[in-house]
């Protein structure tokens, strides 16, 4: 009998021990999502379907948020335990209701500012003036126009609902959303979108996380301490198999979303998470000083509002009464497992130093990357940073500009030789080549080819940059737009070739006087000292002879005088033309009254081969110049018993041509070559001596030219030449 009740106290004892311990009543508590099915919530979905929440005995309904709902509305309103949120949760509290922080999932916010390529709005400055439709929760896009400089009174600012439509038909210019979802949406609908960070400002926030009220931590610690711990369980398995999971929420939650969408949502909530980087919860409570700092001086929560019984540390340490049957299985358990929790508090202690020493590190990398984004956009000159293969990784906003794109996304992935002018390319493939050996060139200049095609003039200077181990890996670029200072180089060409020619042309007008003038004054001086020293016995008829002599001397001398004066004049800008109308038959009449006696005495035939009579616009008395330098140098070097042919004829339908052609003696290649070059000595003497200065032809193109037409020739040495110019014809007319 008494072995019997031993073993009735055993069993019972057992009995309530596995009843303790394993309780098969499951507890129904509801966890309100703050959004629709999605991959967003993975970590509550493996919970479930993988027991962790069965096996700490609870049975778990997930409520998604409803129309014109909060998340806190279920937890305040006892429809739900648990809910998650964002830092919005600092609002919450704020307003008076004791929300608790259990657990951080995203370690970074997924809130990004989206707008539209076409919108060409590139940065947060780009959005002054702009609309804006932003979403609840998303306090710290704020944060970030306000780091950036751009006060909110400067932008348009309306509620979002979710409708992208409104900025794709450009009702809106910018939208807030998260960087899990809405940039598959956009992109996948065709449009190239620009998406603008909060970190890039230095603002970052947490991002979703798992909360609860504070009454029910103090009524029921450990059904919260269990649910959490699940919940964790849950998110881990979750980013470890995320395949596994895409399929399940797709399969099972909802079809709203593509399996290629969650696909992308999962990807990019790893970036957020940091599963191999920080622990899965953690949260820290000197960030969270600063995110309410931010809330605070944005005005969002009240000034006397601190982060005290915000964080489930702080419950854990002062106010969670454990109870006995709790003790009673730990005390158990510890003395199984106590080597075992020395090992993992060690591992603990490491783990929690080293997240400590990741988080410094990636303030350090967010401040140098702020730092480096900085020196970006500041520089005048373009800075691109291409691997070794010479693919951009980086550009800046001036080396978008200098190549007329309207974005970095034109450039990023693409090689700069497909930018390098062809022939540029072998001498740079070179240079990188040299660098890499440890030879440095210095600064060099090459030819780049703009997006329209254009050619610009650019200077680099290139400097590789390598690993921690000094291996090579890219090439940092520096490059200046150097047109304005070519252009400038190439004015100054052309004034040195300007100043050039003009000293030429000054040493040709000096030598022309110094030679040129000699021989007639010394005509002067020798039949004046004759007439002087033999006049009183002199013969009249020799006297006449002096006489006319020295007319002839007189006139070459004048003619000549006129001549340099008339280039002088011409060669500083000073002979403008006068234009008026006339027939060319007059001027041709004038000119040939002027070469009728030396004509005569050469016994030259002059033939004027004009059937009508065209009317021109031109400067009377510079043509009347020109035909009698033409025919006057015909007369001079066409031997005796030749001919003179002056015509005109209709060239175009506005244009009369006027040619002189002789039978003289014509001019070689060397002549025809250098004819109209000042600084060429192309004076002779004509068929019977007649003198020639040689600037009779450069006036000759420098009067034609001054009224619009144009001088040419043609000659053939012993043949004779042919001299044609082109006068702009006033309007058509027959003489009667």
């Not at 090439?475 to 004015?491: C, L, S, T």
């Not at 040493?507 to 009183?536: C, E, V, W």
């Not at 000119?591 to 081969?609: C, G, H, P």
Request: glycine share 6%; hydrophobic share 40%.
């Amino acid at each position: 009998m008494k072995h019997n009740i031993r073993y009735l106290f055993l069993a019972l004892f057992f009995v309530l021990f596995n009843s303790l311990l394993f309780s098969s009543e499951l507890r129904t508590v509801r966890l309100q999502l703050k959004w629709k099915h999605q991959f967003q919530f993975a970590g509550y979905y493996a919970a479930i379907e993988k027991g962790f929440y069965r096996d700490a005995g609870f049975h778990v309904e997930l409520l998604e948020l409803g129309d014109n709902e909060t998340p806190f509305d279920a937890v305040f309103n006892n429809k739900a335990e648990f809910g998650t949120s964002t830092t919005d949760i600092l609002q919450a509290r704020s307003m008076g209701k004791k929300a608790v922080v259990l657990a951080t999932i995203f370690q970074h916010s997924p809130h990004i500012i989206i707008t539209l390529q076409e919108s060409g709005i590139l940065n947060v400055h780009g959005l002054v003036g702009k609309r804006i439709a932003v979403e609840p929760g998303a306090l710290e896009l704020y944060a970030f126009l306000i780091a950036e400089g751009v006060s909110l009174d400067r932008c348009i600012i309306e509620e979002f609902d979710f409708n992208y439509d409104k900025l794709t038909r450009g009702e809106v210019d910018a939208i807030t959303a998260y960087s899990t979802d809405e940039p598959y949406i956009l992109t996948h609908s065709g449009k190239e979108i620009n998406i603008l960070y909060p970190s890039s400002a230095g603002i970052d926030f947490y991002g979703d996380l798992l909360y609860t009220r504070e009454d029910i931590i103090k009524k029921d610690p450990q059904m919260v301490e269990k649910f959490r711990a699940a919940s964790l369980k849950g998110w881990n398995y979750a980013m470890m198999n995320q395949e596994e999971m895409v399929n399940l929420i797709y399969k099972k939650y909802s079809k709203r979303h593509t399996l290629d969408h969650l696909r992308f949502e999962a990807n990019q909530m790893q970036k957020l998470i940091l599963p191999n980087v920080v622990e899965i919860g953690y949260t820290n409570p000197g960030r969270w000083q600063a995110i309410l700092d931010s809330y605070k001086s944005l005005g969002r929560v009240d000034k006397s509002l601190t982060i005290n019984g915000l964080l489930y540390d702080d419950y854990i340490k002062h106010n969670i009464k454990i109870p006995w049957k709790i003790i009673i299985i730990l005390l158990i358990a510890l003395v199984m497992t106590y080597f075992l929790l020395v090992f993992y508090y060690s591992t603990n202690k490491k783990l929690q130093k080293e997240i400590l020493k990741r988080e410094i590190v990636q303030k350090e990398l967010s401040a140098r990357e702020s730092l480096y984004r900085s020196i970006l956009k500041a520089s005048p000159d373009d800075i691109t940073v291409t691997d070794l293969q010479g693919n951009i990784l980086v550009v800046s906003i001036a080396g978008v500009q200098l190549m007329g794109f309207q974005s970095e996304s034109n450039l990023l992935g693409k090689n700069v030789q497909d930018f390098t002018h062809p022939d540029d390319r072998i001498r740079s493939l070179k240079n990188v080549k040299l660098m890499l050996e440890g030879i440095t060139s210095g600064p060099e200049e090459y030819r780049l080819i703009k997006c329209d095609g254009t050619v610009i003039d650019v200077e680099t200077n290139a400097e590789i940059y390598r690993d921690t181990d000094e291996q090579p890996k890219g090439i940092v670029i520096v490059i200046r737009d150097i047109r304005e200072r070519k252009q400038r180089e190439n004015e100054i060409k052309e004034i040195n070739a300007q100043l050039l020619k003009m000293n030429v042309e000054k040493d040709k007008f000096f030598s022309i006087i110094a030679h040129d003038l000699r021989s007639p004054f010394n005509a002067f001086l020798g039949y004046t000292q004759l007439l002087l020293d033999d006049i009183a016995t002199m013969e009249p008829m020799k006297i006449q002879t002096f006489a006319s002599n020295l007319n002839n001397s007189a006139k070459n001398l004048f003619r000549l005088l006129e001549n340099l004066l008339e280039w002088s004049r011409i060669e500083q800008g000073l002979t403008v033309p006068k234009p008026c109308f006339f027939f060319v038959n007059d001027v041709i009449n004038e000119s040939l009254k002027m070469i009728r006696d030396a004509s005569q005495l050469k016994n030259l035939e002059i033939v004027a081969n004009i059937h009508i009579d065209y009317q021109v616009e031109a400067d009377y008395q510079m043509i009347e110049t020109v035909l009698r330098n033409l025919l006057s140098n015909a007369v001079k070097f066409t031997p005796r018993d030749g001919s003179i042919t002056i015509s005109s004829v209709k060239s175009s339908e506005n244009w009369v041509e006027v040619s002189v052609k002789d039978t003289g003696i014509g001019m070689n290649k060397e002549m025809t070559n250098s004819l109209f070059n000042i600084d060429a000595y192309n004076r002779r003497p004509g068929t019977e001596g007649e003198a020639s200065t040689g600037l009779g032809l450069l006036l000759c193109k420098e009067f034609i030219e001054l009224n619009g037409g144009v001088l040419c020739f043609s000659s053939i040495e012993g043949e004779g030449s042919v001299f044609s110019f082109t006068l702009k014809m006033a309007e058509l007319k027959i003489a009667d």
